[in-house]
């Protein structure tokens, strides 16, 4: 009992801090993301090449990992998704195309073989006959206090008010004169580092491999998909429900099925409530 | 002798068939049986989505769906591996309803998102219940549909030129003429009276039923099944090969296919390099070639013969 | 004689906002009504309404005796009942002609007449004949809107909604294609329901006039009356800002 609801907790950290960075670049400019799988395994791999191949002490390589994928996010929105942005699907494409050259470099650089990358703390925690390591309960506390950040900078400062604005009533905004294209590079910076500070979060306990980023990636959408697109609070509604019910599945029935939560939970949103437990309902 | 580069059509036809009796190469002959199939993929991922718009982010879901019942009814039961022709369009037909009706009637990125999931946690799936399909290792030790190479690449050039006439034949017809509609504006066209989804639906079943059998020839010429068959590799180069070939022409997409899937072989080392060499491509025509590089190009052939 | 399209109380809300709010009105067979309002009046929500793009939040439509309610909008359109849209909507990438096809291959009659003569004689008679090949990206916005009428016209409906015909066109287009309208009517016996924000552009060409303001019908009158009724002028006029008031009102 106790295992299922520290272990749901954990899972649901990690898929949130992957979905909101997700549905927030989708609600605010319109751009689907099939990189963003790329922005979490980048992450790890900066990690591990700062501390694994250079040498550097864990916290200044983390930190510089999630300024580097953030750079590299706000690189990919100026020069590659910016000039293509009359085209939804020739930006979907070019996301497509990152995030294939993300593996392909990976693993030309790296091979195929997993990588590892040292975890903030070695030390384990028990209570009541469960086992937990320090690094999960980091990883669950930096997700929480990560998207309370987000939450009081979306709803606190000005430029979140414009990324909300933005994000609700799109012509609105710019018919208000909100630069959009400053703060699509600002949704995209916070998207990416996220997503990396994920990736960094999570390497030390799951495998660091050039096809690392597709599996968090679906489950970024799957969520975003449950949540509805370009909600935030549904968004972390949903990764609660998706990381709880397959930590409840895998100890229930078997490990094998937790895969499958998610595509029902995706099946069944799109016919009983297509948009989303919090989205709003798209119009003609 | 309106149309001049017309007569290049059978010319090239005859050559494709007249190959096996100049080259005497099965190495070669089983590249090009490869390249037709991915042809068929590539052709049949255009019917639906480069006609409709509607991207479909998971094709390999239907190729696997094809090639592992194929395999199953082959390995698991004796089934002669013709069988799986139709058994695998229909698996692969059976999921384009399933995906298809939940997410086609919505707009947005449901559609894409829902296949690329579905290809993907299909992959997961064999991997996971390897029991009963033989987890990374797939499903060993089918049997070939025919017993010569040579016979192999005829069925798999009869069976590229078969679907790519059909489905142009299809899309140049009224319901094609309808998918394009769907395309441009999809509440016009429900403004013009046509059910949007029921055509939506008709095109994925098609799709689906054309790349399912895809797989099939895929699998029995391997004579063998893996997991990459559910790959998003393998779905991204096929949207990859359309975009070469001319989105929304079928016909092009079918040479770029042959083309793309061709290239890595000639060009010998650069095979472990094929989905770098993809995407650099694929960045290259969304820049400066946004209509493809194969249809542009008959076109103006075309054109200029006139 | 019995009305063909019935409305009665018909509301919808957005969030809070209530864009048409018990609207009950009557069209009569050969009829050609215009709605009259300001912008934001809910003339289009009503349009939508009608033609099952939004679903009823209240009220009932009843269209030569059929209740409406819950239809799909094709489904609409092949019971006879075909509109345009405010903004042009072609289909991108395709021609004149094949525009057209597809309002020709809707069920309602696909299978009555040969859809290419059909295509061809309604871009004959909307004036478009000789643009037939041109792809629709390049035509002039006053062929697109002749276009939008046409592909509304294929489906042969008994009655059509116009959502703004003569939207963006400059006034030595707008006679013309206001005659191709009178000329549709007298042809065909179409009944015709239009939406204008000015009405000028009507005056000449509609019989009646359903004057609506914040969601609720607020008069029905010929459009000698109507100019002159109270609440039509005070919406009008309430909005000074509105650059097109003098225009509407002015030229009665």
Not at chain 3, 112 to 128: S, Y
């Amino acid at each position: 009992m106790l295992n299922i609801l520290v272990y749901g907790a954990v899972t649901s950290a990690v898929y949130a801090m992957l979905a909101v960075g997700f549905t927030l670049i989708f609600g605010v400019a319109r751009v689907l993301n099939l990189a963003h799988g790329a922005f979490y395994g980048l992450g790890a791999y900066s990690c591990y090449l700062l501390t694994g191949r250079l040498g550097w002490p864990l916290l200044p390589a983390a930190l510089v990992a999630v300024l580097f994928v953030a750079a590299f996010g706000v690189a990919m929105e100026r020069f590659l998704v910016r000039p293509l942005r009359h085209s939804a699907l020739a930006v979907l494409m070019i996301t497509i195309a990152v995030g294939l050259l993300f593996e392909q470099a990976m693993y030309l650089l790296f091979g195929s073989e997993a990588r590892n990358v040292p975890a903030f703390s070695n030390a384990t925690w028990s209570y009541a006959g469960l086992d937990v390591s320090g690094q999960r309960l980091l990883t669950l506390g930096f997700g929480i206090v990560i998207i309370g950040l987000l939450w009081l900078f979306i709803n606190r400062t000005r430029l979140g008010s414009a990324i909300l604005a933005l994000s609700q009533d799109r012509e609105g905004a710019l018919y208000m004169g909100i630069p959009a294209d400053r703060i699509y590079a600002v949704v995209m910076a916070i998207s990416a580092a996220i997503a990396a500070a994920a990736g960094v979060l999570t390497a030390p306990f799951l495998t660091v491999q050039p096809t690392m980023d597709l599996l968090p990636m679906i489950k970024a959408f799957s969520i975003v998909i449950v949540g509805g697109l370009g909600s935030i609070p549904g968004s972390i509604l949903a990764a609660l429900l998706l990381g709880y019910s397959e930590t409840i599945v895998a100890y229930a029935v078997s490990p094998a099925w937790t895969e499958i939560v998610s595509l029902v939970a995706v099946l069944l949103t799109l016919i009983l409530r297509p948009a989303g437990l919090l989205g709003k309902r798209a119009a003609f | 002798m309106r149309s001049r580069p017309w007569i290049f059509v059978p010319l090239v036809l005859a050559a494709l068939a007249a190959l096996p009796v100049i080259v005497k190469s099965e190495y070669l002959l089983g590249i090009l049986s490869v390249c037709f199939i991915y042809g068929i993929w590539a052709a049949s991922w255009d019917f639906m989505s480069g006609l409709t718009g509607r991207e479909n982010f998971g094709h390999a879901l239907f190729i696997g769906a094809g090639a592992y019942t194929s395999a199953f009814l082959n390995a698991r039961f004796a089934l002669n591996p013709w069988w799986g022709l139709p058994a695998g369009a229909a698996m692969a037909v059976l999921l384009a309803l399933v995906i298809g009706f939940p997410t086609l009637r919505l707009r947005g990125p449901y559609f894409a998102l829902a296949m690329l999931a579905a290809a993907t946690i299909m992959q997961r799936l064999t991997l996971i219940f390897w029991q009963y399909s033989g987890g990374e290792e797939g499903i060993p030790g089918l049997d070939p549909l025919l017993n010569s190479k040579i016979g192999i690449y005829y069925l798999c050039l009869a069976a590229l030129v078969l679907t790519t006439a059909a489905l142009l034949l299809l899309a140049r017809s009224h319901g094609g003429l309808l998918l394009r509609g769907i395309r441009g504006d999809e509440a016009a066209c429900q403004a013009a009276g046509i059910d949007v989804t029921f055509y939506k639906i008709a095109a994925l079943v098609v799709s689906a039923a054309c790349a399912g059998m895809g797989g099939v020839l895929y699998a029995h010429y391997q004579e063998a099944v893996t997991p990459d068959v559910f790959s998003v590799a393998l779905s991204i180069s096929i949207i990859i090969m359309v975009y070469v070939g001319g989105i929304g022409t079928i016909y092009g997409p079918a040479v770029g296919a042959i083309l793309l899937a061709l290239l890595p072989e000639l060009l010998r080392g650069l095979g472990q390099y094929r989905l770098w060499a993809y995407s650099v491509v694929l960045i290259f025509i969304l820049f400066f070639a946004p209509g493809g590089l194969v249809a542009p190009l008959w076109r103006r052939a075309v054109g200029l013969a006139r | 004689m019995s009305a063909l399209l019935e409305v009665s109380a018909l509301s919808k809300r957005f969030s809070g906002l209530v864009a048409v709010n018990e609207v009950s009105f009557s069209i009569a067979p050969g009829e050609i009504t215009g709605i009259l309002g300001p912008n934001g009046a809910g003339k289009t929500t009503l349009f939508n309404l009608l033609t099952g793009f939004l679903p009823i939040d209240g009220g009932e439509v009843r269209f030569d005796g059929h209740n409406l309610a819950g239809l799909a909008p094709h489904r609409i359109v092949n019971r006879g009942l075909a509109r345009t849209f405010q903004l042009c909507r072609p289909f991108s990438g395709m021609s004149a002609f094949e525009n057209v096809m597809v309002g020709c291959l809707a069920p309602r009659v696909r299978h009555r007449e040969a859809p290419e003569t059909r295509a061809r004689e309604i871009l004959a008679a909307v004036g478009l004949a000789h643009r037939a090949e041109t792809k629709v990206d390049v035509l002039p916005y006053g062929d697109l809107r002749r276009l939008e009428i046409a592909r509304a016209l294929a489906t042969r409906p008994r009655l059509l909604l116009l959502d703004e015909p003569f939207a963006g066109l400059g006034s030595s287009e707008i006679e013309p294609l206001s005659a191709l309208i009178r000329a549709l009517h007298r042809s065909e016996g179409l009944t015709i329901l239009l939406i204008e924000h000015r009405l000028r552009e009507f005056m000449q060409l509609v019989s009646r006039v359903i004057a609506m303001d914040f969601g609720r019908i607020i008069a029905v009158a010929t459009p000698e009356d109507i100019v002159r009724h109270p609440l039509v002028i005070e919406a009008y006029i309430g909005r000074a800002e509105d650059d097109t008031t003098g225009d509407a009102l002015g030229t009665a």
